[in-house]
């Protein structure tokens, strides 16, 4: 089968096959995720909710790195781009970047640094509610995210240096991978060819990457992270570059994790830096150095041969 089968179908259609395909590898990688955990670990679905201990935190790693990194977003990103682009490796951005290294390294400090604003914008995004009439919606939110909470949690859980090496590839390098993948690499490109506007494919799929985590007091920063993503890749033309800065994001989150747990007395509350009355002064820092990196990224990307605007 070549590249590009179904290149020339209509850009609703094409949608509807990213949608058919993200739907069919979850469900299936799912079911063989819950039927590797029932053989191992002797839990179905029901239980696995209520389980607890290293039983539970290790089956919830498995059904996440199946049924969500493999079967959700790495299948039906590479499916996709094989069917629907002649030149899959190239428009999904598996290249070198423009500007060489040097711009994942700003990639990379950028997203380490944003931990004070992100955390702002959180903070922002809680004071934001629904009017009365969606109450009811408010409180399935609310519901849906405390619930996501306790999972995160449990996950970041660890006990020792192979625990934290397996957090690493879950939690932090497979959905840097996958999550770029499916949303810069596929739909920001199909977004771009309907929309015909860089900035706009930028955002809608920024809003959608947010949107599909569940999780509404978190949904400004989140966005705003995938459209930083996304002007990564349109600058750099590059997916390696929002990969890197992913793997950074959720990589520190690890890291600093493990380290409270391990060490004599918390270092930090990695979720409260830069929410504080006396913290302004970090978010100030943290916006000037994300500035600065981008600043770097773009303009490094840009003096380079064949630079993208």
Request: with cysteine.
């Amino acid at each position: 089968m070549r590249p590009g089968l179904l290149a020339d179908l209509p850009l609703y259609r094409k949608f509807l096959i990213v949608a058919f395909l993200v739907m069919l590898g979850t469900i299936t990688f799912s079911m063989v995720a819950s039927l590797i955990i029932s053989g191992i670990w002797g839990l179905n679905a029901n239980e696995l909710l209520v389980a607890e201990g290293t039983t539970h935190v290790n089956a919830m790693k498995l059904l996440v790195l199946l049924g969500t990194g493999i079967g959700a977003f790495t299948i039906p990103s590479l499916v996709g781009a094989f069917l629907l682009f002649r030149s899959p490796m190239e428009e999904l951005g598996l290249s070198r970047p423009q500007g060489g290294g040097s711009t994942v390294m700003f990639a990379v400090v950028a997203l380490v640094f944003s931990l004070p604003l992100i955390n702002f914008m959180v903070m922002l995004n809680e004071y934001m509610s629904l009017p009365d009439a969606m109450s009811g919606i408010e409180q399935w939110m609310k519901e849906a995210e405390e619930e996501m909470r306790v999972v995160t949690e449990s996950m970041l859980l660890v006990q020792s240096p192979t625990d934290l090496l397996l957090n690493l590839l879950v939690i932090a390098a497979v959905p840097a991978i996958a999550e770029e993948l499916l949303f810069r690499g596929l739909l920001q490109n199909l977004f771009c060819k309907l929309t015909n506007n860089k900035h706009a494919s930028i955002w809608i799929t920024a809003a959608l990457f947010s949107a599909i985590h569940m999780q509404f007091y978190g949904f400004l920063p989140r966005m705003v992270l995938g459209a930083a993503f996304g002007y990564m890749l349109v600058w750099s033309g590059s997916l390696w570059l929002p990969i890197a800065a992913h793997f950074a994001n959720n990589g520190f989150a690890v890291l600093v994790s493990y380290m409270n747990q391990n060490a004599a007395a918390p270092l930090f509350d990695e979720n409260e830096v830069g929410k504080g009355s006396a913290d302004i002064w970090l978010v100030l820092v943290s916006m000037a150095v994300v500035g600065f990196c981008f600043y770097q990224i773009k303009k490094r990307s840009l003096a380079s041969p064949g630079g993208a605007s």
